[in-house]
């Protein structure tokens, strides 16, 4: 060794043996594991919390699954509802839905009659008597006034839909099909509109005549609208109330919530305590580096801890809701009945969360093997290609089975090579331009 290499280096190598080296290895690992120990603890103080966070991404993800499915149904109820009012002859049903209307008219007379009427002795009986005949006669006396409900709740389903197409709460990809939606309501209620309007003022020697027969089925396919409008309205409703919530996740045995809870408490005083051991190995490696080697290391260290907190909130925020929406509601929802454990869901979003904060330091192990000489830039340049299928069939490996979480794990691994690609040559050009100095001066 050089007499400029000995004054560059740590004085206290010389003095420190190999079993030295061991007992300061393993003081900084005991201090590490009692730090995450403390810090697991403190995570599981605040479990309930952390939990909620950690299963965010699911019940995000449920929602959508749900939400898309619901919208679906909507569209069909909607089309259903078209379908039977398309075949409808304005006047016509204007006709019948003036009789409809009176005699719904009739009946809230008739209870009106029925509130002031004495309760028992025999007029009550009477009453009694011709209200169920008059059921057995037509049964539809008691729901006539769906049919002046009927506008209304096109309106409000309308409404709905447009509100969350244009707040952005719709599920993926199904903005447009809701505004669409309420705008087919809207119209399908001004029609309506049109009918009971125009019912007043309709001249009946102007309306083709109809049997008996033919009133019968016409009033029977209104109220199959009005019935489906409701329907739909009760849908519509329920949608939007659980939407927000999402499925919770289930348990397979009495231990598997307790279980998760210490993973999770592990998971996260890790997390927490990365910085401290990651000080703690950079002053065990350190001391046996020179001083010019750390100064060349340590800008280094802020960085990986900024690639690993992107990466992490990547995987949390897109990755695990995108990769869990598609994986969740691949299938025929009438053949397939999704019920997902928390143990499993645990196990992925770890594996996905810490996967991509490693993924995410690509960089860095770039300007390390540039810096080092192992690879060149211009080797790095060659092997783009191979490099996209290699990121490819890694993010094949590191996630679910299908392309859509593929996609997202493996775009990140390339946007990152050729960030990487860039800052080796910016580094490179730095350190040439550094060298020129050194020679000049």
């Known amino acids: 060794m050089s007499d400029s290499d000995n004054k560059d280096s740590d004085p206290d190598l010389k003095t420190m043996s190999f079993g030295d080296h061991l007992e300061e290895l393993r003081t900084r690992l005991l ?25 965010a991404p ?4 449920m929602t959508q699954i749900e939400s898309a499915r619901v919208v679906q149904r909507i569209e069909q109820e909607v089309a259903g509802i078209k379908s039977i009012t398309d075949l409808f002859v304005d006047e016509q049903a204007s006709r019948i839905l003036q009789l ?25 009986d009477f009453a009694d008597l011709v209200e169920e005949r008059a059921e057995i006669l037509d049964g539809t006396l008691k729901t006539g006034d769906i049919l002046e409900r009927t506008p209304s709740s096109l309106l409000v389903s309308g409404e709905i839909l447009q ?8 599920p993926w990809g199904n903005q447009s099909t809701l505004m669409k939606l309420g705008d087919d309501l809207l119209i399908l209620r001004e029609r309506w509109l049109s009918w009971r309007q125009g019912s007043h003022d309709i001249d ?3 309306v083709p005549e109809l049997t008996l027969a033919e009133q019968k089925a016409l009033e029977e396919n209104l109220r199959s609208v009005a ?104 299938g025929d929802p009438s053949l397939l009945a999704n019920s997902f454990t928390l143990k499993d869901y645990m196990g ?28 060149s830039v211009e080797m790095f340049r060659q092997y783009r290609k191979v490099s996209i299928l290699s990121a490819m069939i890694l993010g094949a490996f590191l996630t679910p089975p299908d392309v859509v ?37």
């Open 31 to 55: 201090r590490s594991l009692l730090i995450l120990i403390v810090f697991a603890g403190i995570a599981l103080v605040y479990q309930g919390e952390l939990m909620t966070i950690i299963t």
């Open 58 to 61: 699911h019940r995000k993800a």
């Open 100 to 124: 409809s209307i009176n005699k719904g008219q009739w009946w809230d007379r008739w209870e009106a009659f029925r509130e002031q009427a004495p309760s028992t002795g025999p007029l009550a």
């Open 163 to 170: 509100e969350v197409s244009e707040a952005g709460q719709a």
């Open 204 to 206: 009946p020697v102007a």
């Open 227 to 330: 019935n489906k409008t409701e329907a739909l309205e009760r849908t519509i409703d329920d949608w939007v109330t659980w939407r927000v919530k999402g499925k919770p996740l289930v348990l397979l045995s009495y231990t598997e919530a307790f279980f998760a809870y210490v993973k999770l408490g592990l998971f996260l005083g890790l997390i927490c305590t990365l910085p401290w051991i990651t000080a703690e190995i950079w002053q065990f490696i350190a001391a046996g580096l020179y001083p010019g080697e750390r100064k060349s290391v340590r800008p280094f260290i802020p960085l990986a801890f900024l690639l690993l907190a992107g990466g992490v909130n990547f995987a949390y925020w897109i990755l695990v809701p995108v990769g869990l929406s598609f994986l969740g509601g691949y």
């Open 348 to 375: 992925l979003v770890f594996t996905l969360v810490l996967g991509m904060g490693l993924i995410f330091q690509l960089p860095l192990l770039m300007i390390l093997l540039s810096k080092t000489g192992v690879v």
């Open 405 to 441: 979480t593929q996609l997202l794990m493996a775009g990140p691994l390339v946007i990152l090579y050729e960030v990487g690609i860039l800052a080796c040559v910016t580094l490179g050009k730095s350190s040439i331009e550094s060298d020129s100095r050194d020679l000049k001066s």
